[in-house]
């Protein structure tokens, strides 16, 4: 969530979200990703360009998805990696695969998020799904 009125102005300053999942083979996996960015548009008005991408496997590609931003009018891009750790797509596979996509939209420049890591709200999360687990399901027995 947004800290305060002058966070919400620098994310529409920002003209553009793309959030980046890795991608996979099962579509419901992939539409989980526009679940997310059906929520964060919610969260953030309905004039927020909220666009995703998947770095392998489906569509629409990384290049897509910053050409769809473009096309929304973004200048500039919050590219919001949604996975966990900072391990090798995030570090190297995405901003290699942001630049060849920069390349192909002349002043359009782009920052990349930290991934979603130990953030108070994945911690809230993991707690908040570990004790429904507890309480919705019967636990395995040996």
Known sequence: MLNS??????????SAILLIDHG?????????????ASLVRAQ?????????AHMEIA?????????????????AIVVHPFMLAPGRHVTEDLPR???????AHDGVRFVI????????????AVIERC???????EPNKP
Do not use: K, M, W, Y
């Not at 009125?5 to 920002?14: G, I, N, P």
């Not at 004790?131 to 399901?137: E, I, K, Q, T």
């Open 24 to 36: 996979s083979r099962r579509t419901e996996a992939n539409a989980l990703l526009d679940e997310v």
């Open 97 to 103: 695969l942001l630049a060849q996509a920069a390349a």
């Open 113 to 124: 998020a930290d991934p979603l890591g130990s953030h108070s709200g994945v911690i809230d």
């Open 59 to 75: 569509e629409p590609t990384v290049a897509q998805g910053f050409a769809r931003c473009v096309a929304r009018g973004a200048v």
């Open 5 to 14: 009125e002058a966070d919400a102005r620098r994310v529409d300053e920002a």
């Open 131 to 137: 004790r429904a687990a507890l309480r919705d399901r």
């Open 44 to 52: 953030l008005g309905p004039e927020a360009v909220v666009e995703v």
